[in-house]
């Protein structure tokens, strides 16, 4: 019920953009519709920290550090969601993990590495 696949990370030059998504591919599509989905990134050495969220109702939250260069999105009915990453930079630069919460039980993907480098 809990298994979350991410893919989409590489290496990319500053400036650049990634989509990186996330599947749900054993969660029960109601449940899926009615879990707060997320990102969260942690860099070599630093904690994890947020990046955005999306409701189940639509409305996002983002991290200071990624507004308006970052967007989050979702697909209820293919239970995927999304980060759209623009104008990347060095410090963006972490191991990418999607995130579930349903009912308060958070659920994770293994994560997936993003490289912003020349």
């Known amino acids: 019920q809990g298994q979350l696949v991410e893919s989409g990370g590489g290496l990319v030059r500053p400036g650049g953009s990634l989509r990186l998504s996330c599947k749900a591919p054993?969660?029960?599509?109601?449940?899926?519709?009615?879990?707060?989905m997320g990102w969260y990134r942690q860099a070599p050495g630093k904690e994890r920290d947020l990046v955005a969220t999306?409701?189940?109702?639509?409305?996002?939250n983002y991290a200071d550090s990624v507004k308006g260069r970052f967007i989050i999105s979702r697909d209820n009915s293919k239970r995927m969601v999304y980060l759209q990453m623009n104008g990347l930079a060095p410090e963006d630069t972490a191991v990418y993990s999607c995130?579930?919460?349903?009912?308060?039980?958070?659920?994770w993907g293994q994560g997936t590495q993003v490289t912003v480098s020349s």
């Open positions: 999306i409701s189940t109702a639509g409305s996002t």
């Open positions: 995130y579930r919460n349903w009912r308060g039980i958070d659920f």
């Open positions: 054993t969660t029960i599509l109601s449940v899926f519709s009615n879990s707060v």
